[in-house]
């Protein structure tokens, strides 16, 4: 079945980039994903990226796709406090998603 | 548009008693997924349902655990004779029928039992 891995944790200052990174194995995946979740709240759709794009951007997000390594990476530019949260990439075989086990993004200011 | 509602947004059971969960989806959205978050883990899914009809069950415990979504009013998780392993998180999201790539979560139920 499908496994999805992410780096635990990621520090940065405020105004720089983030960088999160996942690896994905089910190569099926029509849809791979990015969630945000802030301290005792449920999850936020950030964005989602097709199958068939290298990239996406919306704002200060960009999501980069490399079928070929299956790595999916989620840039945040100009990182503010607000950002600090952790962040899940999921992929989807048949509706049910499976997800990372997050990367907890620390903003410093 | 209201987002997806969970209720209660904290609950509390002993050992051996009964613990339901309800989720009410996005207005217009048919589908309904359950998914447990453990402490320190990410989330799994545990079950996928559409009005009166479960689609998937592949991640719910085999015990204990049942779900369903019935014509009229929210979906709910119910939990029987509760264990301690059963303190977790609990989030419901919901879908369009035509768009089950866009899930959109609930504030979940976070579950304690004593």
């Known amino acids: 079945g499908e496994d999805v891995e992410q780096s635990l944790f990621l520090s940065v200052r405020e105004g720089d980039s983030s960088v999160i990174n996942c690896t994905y194995t089910?190569?099926?995946?029509?849809?791979l994903y990015w969630y945000k979740q802030e301290p005792g709240a449920g999850l936020q759709l950030l964005t989602y990226?097709?199958?068939?794009?290298d990239m996406k951007q919306d704002q200060r997000l960009t999501v980069l796709l490399n079928k070929k390594d299956k790595h999916l990476s989620l840039r945040i530019a100009d990182t503010q406090t607000g950002d600090s949260a952790i962040y899940f990439c999921?992929?989807?075989?048949?509706?049910?998603?499976?997800f990372g086990q997050g990367t907890e993004l620390s903003v410093k200011p | 548009n209201a987002g997806v509602m969970q209720n209660p947004r904290h609950l509390v059971r002993r050992r051996g008693q009964e613990a339901r969960l309800r989720c009410s989806p996005m207005?217009?959205?048919?589908?309904v997924y359950w998914y447990r978050q453990l402490p320190e883990e990410g989330l799994k899914f545990m079950v996928y349902?559409?009005?009166?009809?479960?689609?998937?069950e592949s991640g719910m415990p085999k015990e204990r655990f049942s779900a369903e979504f019935p014509k009229e009013g929210p979906s709910i998780l119910r939990i029987q004779q509760v264990v301690r392993g059963d303190s977790a998180a609990y989030f419901c999201?919901?879908?369009?029928?035509?768009?089950?790539?866009?899930?959109?979560f609930g504030p979940g139920t976070r579950l304690t039992v004593t």
């Open positions: 999921a992929g989807p075989p048949g509706g049910k998603l499976i």
């Open positions: 089910d190569s099926s995946s029509t849809y």
């Open positions: 990226i097709f199958s068939n794009m």
């Open positions: 999201a919901s879908s369009l029928r035509e768009k089950v790539y866009e899930q959109y």
């Open positions: 207005k217009g959205h048919s589908h």
């Open positions: 349902l559409q009005k009166e009809n479960i689609i998937d």
